[in-house]
């Protein structure tokens, strides 16, 4: 059974750097088969996708954000990781990492996601 | 891309036939997804591809559509269909969601 983790501070000061690990259990991030998403919901909003990475090296951001993210990986470790940089109490929010798949389709979809951990920016 | 739901939010009972449009701001061909997020809880992967069941979903949930225009639709209403429900286009990236439609039961 496939199972994504997020895990970091859930507390980060203004203009600091917000950090997060996701860890995959039960399947492995090199396979090629899969997108590796960060994606977040401040309270009270929608759903905003933050950017991927995909097993070739490649990454992808969101336009809004693409100044402040980096999302790297640990293949050794079967985790990919968050930094968000000089964040402000916008950031606030919970934060997703999700697996993007396409199930033998022409089309991907985010078919796995995990629980979600809550980052609060404030001093 | 831009995506926009209607309506929000929307009130039914136990039983009811339930649609939920989802609007593209440009064609996204058949890449539209929903999920159903419940406070606390990982989305859950509900319908891909506009109009494909995902393993394991009650099949009183579908979906219709194509290019601009698509519909989440959920006949028989049951009590822990209460949540927010999402559409999402994978055309292109960004990935962009749609706002959100709180289905109150």
């Known amino acids: 059974q496939v199972q994504l983790q997020e895990s970091g501070p859930g507390l980060v000061k203004p203009s600091q750097t917000l950090s997060l690990t996701c860890s995959v259990s039960g399947d492995s991030i090199s396979s090629g088969r899969y997108y590796w998403s960060w994606i977040r919901q401040p309270a009270g909003k929608g759903l905003e996708w933050i950017g991927r990475f995909y097993s070739s090296g490649g990454t992808n951001y969101s336009p809004s954000l693409e100044s402040r993210v980096t999302i790297s990986v640990d293949t050794s470790k079967n985790q990919f990781a968050l930094n968000l940089t000089s964040v402000t109490a916008a950031d606030t929010a919970v934060y997703y990492c999700?697996?993007?798949?396409?199930?033998?389709?022409?089309?991907?979809?985010?078919?796995?996601w995990g629980r979600g951990t809550l980052v609060t920016v404030s001093s | 891309i831009q995506m926009t739901q209607s309506p929000s939010p929307l009130s039914a009972s136990v039983g009811d036939r339930v649609r939920i449009t989802c609007r593209a701001s440009e064609s996204v061909r058949s890449s539209l997804n929903w999920y159903q997020h419940k406070p606390g809880k990982a989305p859950k992967l509900l319908i891909y591809s506009a109009t494909t069941l995902q393993d394991g979903v009650p099949s009183r949930f579908s979906g219709s559509g194509s290019g601009t225009d698509f519909t989440l639709s959920i006949t028989d209403l049951h009590p822990e269909d209460s949540a927010t429900y999402y559409c999402q286009q994978s055309y292109n990236t960004p990935r962009t969601f749609g706002q959100g439609t709180k289905v109150e039961i």
């Open positions: 999700a697996r993007e798949g396409r199930g033998g389709t022409l089309w991907w979809h985010f078919d796995l």
